[in-house]
């Protein structure tokens, strides 16, 4: 079963806006993963955030951490057509560590 | 170059053919991943190793093997059980911490059709 489940399914902005998409889990975590994947393409990770952190900065990347809602934010600030991807959130679980479970993703469309 | 690769990147099966999906990486990476994509779908576990000769099922392993004779090597099996197998496959690896994951490294994907 999936751990994750990402908020909106789709998302179309202009070049230039804000971009935020939601994770929900179910379990206890050790970590969280965001991921990218372009169409027909493999994923590619854009940032971990553990348990202990609330909030992690990558360039124009910002993921929050709520442990007690048990979600995740990611927002893409001053957002480019070339953030036009789909994103994953992904977990672990403290029951399980080796496992490696992905949500249902968010599919982004930024238009120029 | 360090990576992973997945072969082929097409791949075609009649019904009721085994056929078996090649993952090898460079990474020297302890675990590796089999996922299934189904289309606008997230991702489903099939398959995972933390080490040679040891893998566990996933959340979708029938109709799927694996082995894990080398560290390098992840090779899927989808076999004749596995009633609907068109899906586009990603093969991943990770260093395995202790009790943390890190990050997976992803191959580009086998997209199977059966014709």
């Known amino acids: 079963s999936q751990q994750g489940e990402e908020d909106p399914q789709a998302l179309s902005i202009q070049e230039g806006e804000n971009a935020t998409m939601n994770c929900s889990y179910k379990t206890s975590i050790n970590n969280l993963q965001w991921y990218r994947q372009n169409s027909g393409r493999g994923l590619v990770h854009l940032i971990l955030?553990?348990?202990?952190?609330r909030e992690k900065h990558s360039g124009r990347l910002r993921v929050t951490l709520d442990t007690s809602k048990k979600s995740s934010s990611l927002l893409i600030t001053a957002s480019r057509a070339a953030d036009t991807a789909s994103y994953f959130c992904a977990t672990d679980a403290t029951y399980n560590t080796d496992k490696l479970i992905f949500g249902t993703g968010t599919r982004l469309q930024v238009f120029p | 170059d360090g990576g992973i690769t997945q072969s082929p990147k097409y791949l075609f099966r009649k019904e009721g053919q085994n056929v078996t999906l090649s993952c090898e990486q460079n990474?020297?990476?302890?675990?590796m991943y089999w996922y299934r994509q189904d289309p606008g779908q997230g991702l489903r576990l099939i398959y995972y190793s933390q080490i040679v000769n040891d893998f566990q099922k996933g959340d979708i392993a029938e109709g799927y093997s694996v082995s894990r004779e080398k560290k390098e090597s992840f090779p899927l099996t989808v076999t004749s059980a596995q009633k609907n197998p068109t899906a586009f496959y990603l093969c991943?690896?990770?260093?395995?911490?202790?009790?943390?994951?890190?990050?997976?490294?992803f191959g580009q994907g086998t997209r199977l059709t059966v014709v």
């Open positions: 955030i553990r348990s202990n952190e």
């Open positions: 991943a690896s990770s260093i395995q911490e202790a009790t943390l994951n890190t990050e997976a490294f």
């Open positions: 990474l020297n990476h302890d675990a």
